[in-house]
């Protein structure tokens, strides 16, 4: 397997288990890595606990309250989940 052949947007992906190699390559070759997608928009992933913990903490620089789903959200249902999830609410809230 190459770089490549890794597509953390196909959620087919995922169906019958959690592709543990994908994220042990990624985690080598390419820990925080970008996901484009057809239509031009795409999303950052962090493979590594340390990379994930920083992005986690330092809220300053880095923000939940944005497009952090790999699949394809509508704006307006995403609009209406930032700050209502934990996933997508930065502190102090």
Do not use: H
Not at 28 to 41: L, Q, V
Not at 42 to 50: N, V
């Amino acid at each position: 397997m190459k770089l490549g052949d890794v597509d953390l947007s196909d959620s087919s992906v995922f169906e019958k288990a959690v592709p543990y190699e994908y994220f042990a390559l990624l985690r080598k070759e390419a820990p925080i890595s970008w996901t484009g997608r057809k239509d031009g928009t795409g999303f950052w992933s962090a493979t590594r606990y340390k990379d994930i913990v920083e992005l986690e903490t330092n809220v300053e620089a880095f923000s939940s309250e944005t497009s952090v789903t790999p699949l394809e959200v509508p704006p307006e249902v995403l609009a209406a989940t930032v700050g209502k999830m934990i996933i997508l609410t930065d502190p102090p809230r």
